[in-house]
């Protein structure tokens, strides 16, 4: 299972190496399934935001941008659970 983990953190880790354009966008996505209720316990996003953090430090990403990424998606994932289980009520 720890394996699958790794994999599948390390594949976007280096897709996002590689394709620099694309790391805004797979923060936001990252930030937002982790943020979304009960989904979270499916996607574990934290290793990739881990990894991403990684890339930030050793100078290969920008911080902005990847920083506005995952807190737009987090926002809007924690907007969107909230809209739903309060609606279930």
Do not use: N
Not at 1 to 18: C, K, N, P, T
Not at 53 to 59: F, H, N, P, S, T
Not at 61 to 80: C, K, N, Y
Request: aromatic share 18%.
């Amino acid at each position: 299972m720890f394996q699958a983990l790794d994999s599948y953190a390390q594949d976007i880790v280096e897709f996002a190496r590689a394709h620099e354009v694309w790391a805004i966008s797979i923060a936001f996505m990252l930030a937002f399934g982790e943020s979304l209720a009960f989904v979270s316990l499916f996607i574990p996003a934290w290793a990739a935001l881990v990894g991403l953090g990684a890339l930030i430090e050793a100078g290969e990403l920008r911080f902005w941008p990847i920083w506005v990424g995952g807190a737009l998606g987090a926002a809007i994932g924690d907007w969107v659970s909230y809209k739903y289980w309060s609606t279930c009520r």
